[in-house]
T-cell receptor
Framework: GDSVTQMEGPVTLSEEAFLTINCTYT??????LFWYVQYPGEGLQLLLK?????DKGSNKGFEATYRKETTSFHLEKGSVQVSDSAVYFC????????????FGTGTRLQVFP | GAGVSQSPSNKVTEKGKDVELRCDPI?????LYWYRQRLGQGLEFLIY????????KSGLPSDRFSAERTGESVSTLTIQRTQQEDSAVYLC?????????????FGPGTRLTVT
Protein backbone atom coordinates (compact mmCIF):
# COMPACT_ATOMS: atom_id res chain seq x y z
CA GLY A 1 0.00 0.00 0.00
CA ASP A 2 0.88 3.66 -0.11
CA SER A 3 3.40 4.85 2.48
CA VAL A 4 5.54 7.80 3.52
CA THR A 5 9.01 7.65 5.04
CA GLN A 6 10.64 10.66 6.62
CA MET A 7 13.87 11.17 8.47
CA GLU A 8 13.87 10.56 12.17
CA GLY A 9 14.43 13.39 14.56
CA PRO A 10 15.04 15.31 16.48
CA VAL A 11 16.78 17.71 14.17
CA THR A 12 18.64 20.30 16.20
CA LEU A 13 19.81 23.50 14.54
CA SER A 14 21.04 26.94 15.45
CA GLU A 15 19.04 29.95 14.34
CA GLU A 16 19.69 30.95 10.69
CA ALA A 17 20.94 27.47 9.77
CA PHE A 18 19.76 25.68 6.62
CA LEU A 19 17.10 23.03 7.10
CA THR A 20 16.39 19.88 5.13
CA ILE A 21 13.92 17.22 6.25
CA ASN A 22 13.86 14.28 3.89
CA CYS A 23 10.62 12.63 2.79
CA THR A 24 10.10 9.82 0.30
CA TYR A 25 6.91 8.09 -0.65
CA THR A 26 5.51 4.95 -2.22
CA UNK A 27 2.24 5.21 -4.11
CA UNK A 28 0.50 3.32 -6.85
CA UNK A 29 -1.52 6.25 -8.13
CA UNK A 30 -0.79 9.95 -8.60
CA UNK A 31 -0.80 11.34 -5.10
CA UNK A 32 -0.82 14.87 -3.85
CA LEU A 33 1.94 15.60 -1.35
CA PHE A 34 1.80 17.70 1.78
CA TRP A 35 3.83 18.97 4.68
CA TYR A 36 1.90 19.54 7.89
CA VAL A 37 3.31 21.23 10.99
CA GLN A 38 2.34 20.83 14.63
CA TYR A 39 3.58 23.63 16.87
CA PRO A 40 3.83 22.93 20.61
CA GLY A 41 0.37 22.85 22.14
CA GLU A 42 -1.38 23.50 18.85
CA GLY A 43 -3.25 21.48 16.26
CA LEU A 44 -1.99 20.19 12.95
CA GLN A 45 -1.73 22.81 10.22
CA LEU A 46 -1.06 22.54 6.52
CA LEU A 47 2.31 24.10 5.73
CA LEU A 48 2.52 23.52 1.98
CA LYS A 49 1.39 21.17 -0.74
CA UNK A 50 2.06 20.05 -4.30
CA UNK A 51 -0.42 18.24 -6.49
CA UNK A 52 1.65 17.06 -9.46
CA UNK A 53 5.19 16.26 -10.49
CA UNK A 54 7.65 19.17 -10.51
CA ASP A 55 5.27 21.41 -8.59
CA LYS A 56 6.92 23.40 -5.82
CA GLY A 57 4.97 24.17 -2.69
CA SER A 58 6.09 27.11 -0.57
CA ASN A 59 4.97 28.93 2.55
CA LYS A 60 6.63 30.91 5.37
CA GLY A 61 10.05 30.48 3.74
CA PHE A 62 9.68 26.71 3.51
CA GLU A 63 9.80 24.95 0.15
CA ALA A 64 9.35 21.41 -1.16
CA THR A 65 9.42 20.12 -4.74
CA TYR A 66 7.43 17.10 -5.91
CA ARG A 67 10.05 14.82 -7.52
CA LYS A 68 8.38 11.89 -9.22
CA GLU A 69 11.66 10.42 -10.49
CA THR A 70 13.01 10.08 -6.95
CA THR A 71 9.59 9.79 -5.26
CA SER A 72 10.62 12.54 -2.86
CA PHE A 73 9.23 15.71 -1.33
CA HIS A 74 12.01 17.07 0.85
CA LEU A 75 11.28 20.11 3.01
CA GLU A 76 13.82 22.94 2.99
CA LYS A 77 14.26 26.35 4.55
CA GLY A 78 17.24 28.59 4.03
CA SER A 79 17.33 30.20 7.46
CA VAL A 80 15.39 28.73 10.36
CA GLN A 81 14.09 30.67 13.33
CA VAL A 82 13.42 29.62 16.90
CA SER A 83 9.71 29.95 16.12
CA ASP A 84 10.04 27.15 13.54
CA SER A 85 10.54 24.64 16.35
CA ALA A 86 7.75 22.11 15.84
CA VAL A 87 7.01 18.62 14.57
CA TYR A 88 6.81 18.33 10.79
CA PHE A 89 4.80 15.62 9.06
CA CYS A 90 5.08 14.60 5.43
CA UNK A 91 1.89 13.14 3.98
CA UNK A 92 0.30 12.00 0.77
CA UNK A 93 -3.24 11.62 -0.43
CA UNK A 94 -4.62 9.67 -3.33
CA UNK A 95 -7.45 11.62 -4.93
CA UNK A 96 -8.79 8.37 -6.38
CA UNK A 97 -8.94 6.69 -2.97
CA UNK A 98 -11.03 8.86 -0.64
CA UNK A 99 -8.21 11.39 -0.28
CA UNK A 100 -7.32 10.04 3.13
CA UNK A 101 -3.95 11.27 4.25
CA UNK A 102 -1.13 8.83 4.85
CA PHE A 103 1.42 10.36 7.18
CA GLY A 104 5.05 9.84 7.94
CA THR A 105 6.05 9.45 11.57
CA GLY A 106 6.98 13.10 11.98
CA THR A 107 10.29 14.90 12.51
CA ARG A 108 10.82 17.11 15.52
CA LEU A 109 12.79 20.28 14.76
CA GLN A 110 14.44 22.17 17.59
CA VAL A 111 15.99 25.53 16.80
CA PHE A 112 18.19 27.22 19.37
CA PRO A 113 19.17 30.90 19.43
CA GLY B 1 -15.45 31.27 10.36
CA ALA B 2 -15.15 28.63 13.01
CA GLY B 3 -12.71 25.81 12.52
CA VAL B 4 -13.09 22.14 13.32
CA SER B 5 -13.95 21.62 16.97
CA GLN B 6 -13.65 18.50 19.07
CA SER B 7 -14.83 17.54 22.49
CA PRO B 8 -13.79 16.70 25.06
CA SER B 9 -10.25 18.00 24.80
CA ASN B 10 -9.08 15.46 27.36
CA LYS B 11 -10.64 12.22 28.50
CA VAL B 12 -9.36 9.85 31.16
CA THR B 13 -11.21 6.57 31.43
CA GLU B 14 -10.80 3.22 33.08
CA LYS B 15 -9.99 0.16 31.07
CA GLY B 16 -13.14 -1.56 29.91
CA LYS B 17 -15.31 1.56 29.80
CA ASP B 18 -16.86 2.96 26.63
CA VAL B 19 -16.00 6.46 25.41
CA GLU B 20 -17.56 8.77 22.88
CA LEU B 21 -15.61 11.49 21.09
CA ARG B 22 -17.26 14.29 19.17
CA CYS B 23 -16.26 16.27 16.10
CA ASP B 24 -17.93 19.37 14.65
CA PRO B 25 -16.62 19.96 11.13
CA ILE B 26 -16.39 23.25 9.31
CA UNK B 27 -19.81 24.23 8.00
CA UNK B 28 -20.21 23.19 4.37
CA UNK B 29 -17.46 20.60 4.42
CA UNK B 30 -18.86 17.34 3.13
CA UNK B 31 -15.85 15.15 3.90
CA LEU B 32 -14.87 14.19 7.45
CA TYR B 33 -11.95 12.09 8.63
CA TRP B 34 -10.87 10.57 11.91
CA TYR B 35 -7.20 9.90 12.63
CA ARG B 36 -5.34 8.55 15.64
CA GLN B 37 -1.94 9.80 16.82
CA ARG B 38 -0.15 7.60 19.29
CA LEU B 39 2.67 9.08 21.32
CA GLY B 40 5.76 9.59 19.19
CA GLN B 41 4.12 8.24 16.07
CA GLY B 42 2.52 9.56 12.93
CA LEU B 43 -1.17 9.81 12.34
CA GLU B 44 -3.14 6.72 11.42
CA PHE B 45 -6.26 6.99 9.29
CA LEU B 46 -9.33 5.51 10.97
CA ILE B 47 -12.48 6.34 9.00
CA TYR B 48 -13.77 8.65 6.28
CA UNK B 49 -17.25 10.05 5.63
CA UNK B 50 -18.28 11.73 2.39
CA UNK B 51 -21.82 13.03 2.17
CA UNK B 52 -24.35 10.23 2.14
CA UNK B 53 -21.94 7.64 0.72
CA UNK B 54 -21.00 4.56 2.70
CA UNK B 55 -18.07 5.42 4.97
CA UNK B 56 -14.58 4.08 4.38
CA LYS B 57 -13.94 2.13 7.58
CA SER B 58 -10.74 0.49 6.38
CA GLY B 59 -8.59 2.08 9.09
CA LEU B 60 -10.61 1.07 12.14
CA PRO B 61 -8.29 -1.16 14.22
CA SER B 62 -10.96 -3.42 15.69
CA ASP B 63 -14.70 -3.92 16.01
CA ARG B 64 -14.55 -2.01 19.29
CA PHE B 65 -14.26 1.14 17.21
CA SER B 66 -17.22 2.67 15.40
CA ALA B 67 -18.20 6.08 14.12
CA GLU B 68 -21.34 7.81 12.96
CA ARG B 69 -22.12 10.94 11.09
CA THR B 70 -25.52 12.40 10.40
CA GLY B 71 -25.59 14.05 7.01
CA GLU B 72 -22.82 16.62 6.75
CA SER B 73 -22.74 17.55 10.40
CA VAL B 74 -21.41 16.24 13.66
CA SER B 75 -19.59 12.94 13.90
CA THR B 76 -19.03 10.75 16.94
CA LEU B 77 -16.29 8.16 17.34
CA THR B 78 -17.13 5.47 19.87
CA ILE B 79 -14.61 3.13 21.45
CA GLN B 80 -16.13 0.24 23.39
CA ARG B 81 -14.40 -1.67 26.17
CA THR B 82 -11.37 0.60 26.03
CA GLN B 83 -7.89 -0.87 26.33
CA GLN B 84 -4.66 0.81 27.34
CA GLU B 85 -3.38 0.66 23.77
CA ASP B 86 -6.27 2.93 22.79
CA SER B 87 -4.54 5.80 24.60
CA ALA B 88 -3.77 8.39 21.94
CA VAL B 89 -4.82 11.73 20.54
CA TYR B 90 -7.82 11.36 18.26
CA LEU B 91 -7.94 13.96 15.52
CA CYS B 92 -10.81 14.93 13.30
CA UNK B 93 -10.44 16.74 9.98
CA UNK B 94 -12.88 18.08 7.43
CA UNK B 95 -12.56 19.19 3.83
CA UNK B 96 -14.48 20.10 0.73
CA UNK B 97 -13.68 17.58 -2.02
CA UNK B 98 -13.81 18.34 -5.70
CA UNK B 99 -10.29 19.43 -6.42
CA UNK B 100 -7.12 17.38 -6.31
CA UNK B 101 -4.97 18.19 -3.34
CA UNK B 102 -7.61 20.04 -1.36
CA UNK B 103 -6.75 20.84 2.21
CA UNK B 104 -7.94 18.95 5.27
CA UNK B 105 -8.53 21.18 8.28
CA PHE B 106 -7.77 19.54 11.58
CA GLY B 107 -9.37 20.00 14.95
CA PRO B 108 -7.33 20.32 18.16
CA GLY B 109 -7.85 16.67 19.02
CA THR B 110 -9.09 14.69 21.99
CA ARG B 111 -6.40 13.23 24.20
CA LEU B 112 -7.64 9.87 25.48
CA THR B 113 -5.92 8.20 28.40
CA VAL B 114 -7.01 4.71 29.40
CA THR B 115 -5.87 3.75 32.90
Amino acid sequence: GDSVTQMEGPVTLSEEAFLTINCTYTATGYPSLFWYVQYPGEGLQLLLKATKADDKGSNKGFEATYRKETTSFHLEKGSVQVSDSAVYFCALSDPYNTDKLIFGTGTRLQVFP
Amino acid sequence: GAGVSQSPSNKVTEKGKDVELRCDPISGHTALYWYRQRLGQGLEFLIYFQGNSAPDKSGLPSDRFSAERTGESVSTLTIQRTQQEDSAVYLCASSQPGLAGYEQYFGPGTRLTVT
